[in-house]
């Protein structure tokens, strides 16, 4: 994926099987190197200073975009028990466009702190829901919220 990206190839193309974009195959497959740098590969040559910088909204459109079963790369990292790769979506992200890929739930309703939770990823779990508790912003939780009940 980093050659690809080397070459200038976009990263809103898409497998025509899976529906998969090339930052859910960074998330399967990859390193959090290769995660940071399909997300880098969206930043402007003015952006350097400031990494989360959207430009055009972009990046939340692929960090919340969702392959055929409707997940999201942060499903996948959550569903594999990827940790690093969590932690590398979360830190490349602002706090809307993150907040916005953990309230997206996938074909079967899970969102990725679901995932997490089926997956038996107790770091996952706590990471999501201590993320979650720090960057709230506008983004209300659920009654039927884990962190609730």
């Known amino acids: 994926i980093k050659v690809l990206l080397a070459f200038g190839s976009k990263t809103s193309l898409r497998h025509q099987r899976t529906g998969d974009s090339a930052l859910h195959i960074a998330c399967r497959f990859g390193e959090p190197s290769t995660v940071s740098a399909v997300l880098g590969s969206l930043r402007g040559k003015d952006d350097k200073l400031n990494p989360i910088k959207d430009k055009n909204g972009a990046r939340q459109r692929l960090v919340c975009s969702r392959n055929r079963k409707h997940e ?14 969590v932690e ?6 602002s706090s809307a466009t993150a907040n916005k890929a953990l309230a997206a739930e996938d074909y079967h309703g ?8 089926v ?8 990471h999501l829901l201590t993320w979650r508790g720090n960057h709230r912003g506008n983004v209300p939780f659920a009654r039927d919220c884990p962190l609730v009940l």
Do not use: E, Q
């Open 88 to 93: 590398a979506l979360l830190a490349n992200s």
């Open 110 to 117: 899970h969102t990725p702190l679901l995932s997490a939770i």
């Open 72 to 85: 999201t790369s942060l499903h996948i990292a959550c569903k594999r028990g990827r940790f690093d790769i």
């Open 119 to 126: 997956a038996g990823d107790k770091d996952i779990v706590m």
